[in-house]
């Protein structure tokens, strides 16, 4: 008999229910919390906010790079059939592209970038590893959307991650705007969290690396 407890849980036949966060959003403390990139003040507003962003982080060239590594995927129909690929519904266009640090050695060299992997390590205190990686290529005016959604309640759900012990690393290739398919995101969630409907829809971040902690 399995006695474990489930401190978060979601995909149940009742209503919504909202509850107080266990974990700490900064994982890191003492001198571990010092040891990084991040200031306190920054640290501080990512326990309040829930995120941090940076403008400019990747000069042009880099970016250029990646954003012509995209492009060529698109021409690529072959690469349109290949396990990891996701199509818009009922086209020939590319939504997502799962796993993309397991098929790009540029995407593959992101997820080791020192300057990323420096603050994540901050943040959860600990070593990482990728828990998903995935590109989404959010057209503006064409396509599906994107719910929204917590991603930690879709790895609780879905990858059975035991604790909040992760965050997501998103890099906006394309200028974020209302006419551009943005992303956006919600500030202040941190303190509490939500459970989801039976079907996980409606809640449910481009590319986007989701680290967890060792």
């Known amino acids: 008999m399995n006695d474990a407890q489930d401190l978060f849980p979601t995909r149940l036949e009742r209503k919504l229910e909202i509850f107080e966060r266990f974990d700490p959003v900064v994982h890191s403390e003492g001198a571990q919390r010092r040891d990084g990139p991040l200031s306190e003040e920054q640290l501080r507003e990512y326990e309040r906010k829930g995120f941090l962003a940076f403008e400019d982080f ?3 060239d880099e970016m250029d790079a990646f954003l012509q ?6 021409e690529d129909e072959d690469f349109k059939l290949s396990k990891g690929t996701v199509l ?7 939504r997502s592209i799962f796993g ?3 098929i790009s050695e540029r995407f593959s060299r992101l997820t080791r970038d020192p300057r990323l992997l420096a603050m994540v390590r901050q943040l959860l205190g600990s070593d990482v ?8 290529y959010k057209p503006g005016f064409k396509g599906k959307g994107f719910d929204r959604h917590s991603d930690f309640e ?3 759900s879905e990858d059975c991650m035991p604790r909040m012990r992760s965050l997501s690393c998103s890099i906006i290739l394309t200028e974020n705007g209302e006419f551009n398919g943005l992303l956006m995101l919600v500030p202040a969630l941190t303190s509490t969290s939500t459970s989801s409907p039976t079907s996980g829809r409606g809640l449910s971040s481009w590319p986007t690396a989701r680290a967890g902690a060792r």
């Open 154 to 156: 879709t790895w609780h």
């Open 58 to 60: 990747f000069d042009k």
């Open 69 to 74: 590594e995209l492009i060529d995927y698109e």
């Open 88 to 94: 818009e519904h009922g086209r020939q266009e590319i």
């Open 100 to 102: 993309i640090h397991e």
């Open 129 to 136: 590893y990728i828990h998903q990686s995935r590109i989404n």
